[in-house]
């Protein structure tokens, strides 16, 4: 069983940064991918960005330039930094990380951008 503990959620200004943490623990070696989604009020969960074991990157185009998904392997950590934050960012934040075919999701954080 793979356990995520989300951090680093809040309230930020326009313009702002925030930086997400994801660690997952559990009996668990080699997670295959870690990523990023979202989902605002109203709207469908989205992917904002994902990283595999070896460091390759995906990101949604509206957060591209912006946003940088990086991973520890020895921490088991994901992380997102995030710059120039919009009040369209603002979302709860999921965290979720591939593990030996199944998948498992953080219980999200908020993130509250102001204008």
């Known amino acids: 069983q793979v356990r995520l503990v989300e951090s680093g959620g809040g309230l930020v200004q326009a313009g702002g940064s925030l930086r997400l943490s994801c660690a997952a623990s559990?009996?668990?070696?080699?997670?295959?991918?870690m990523g990023w989604y979202r989902q605002a009020p109203g709207k469908q969960r989205e992917l904002v960005a994902t990283?595999?074991?070896?460091?390759?990157?995906n990101y949604a185009d509206s957060v591209k330039a912006r946003f940088t998904i990086s991973r520890d392997n020895a921490k088991n950590t994901v992380y997102l930094q995030m710059n120039s934050l919009k009040p369209e960012d603002t979302a709860v934040y999921f965290c979720?990380?591939?593990?030996?075919?199944?998948?498992?999701w953080g219980q999200g954080t908020q993130i509250t951008v102001s204008s």
């Open positions: 979720r990380v591939a593990y030996r075919g199944s998948l498992y």
């Open positions: 990283v595999t074991r070896g460091g390759s990157t």
């Open positions: 559990g009996n668990i070696f080699n997670i295959d991918f």
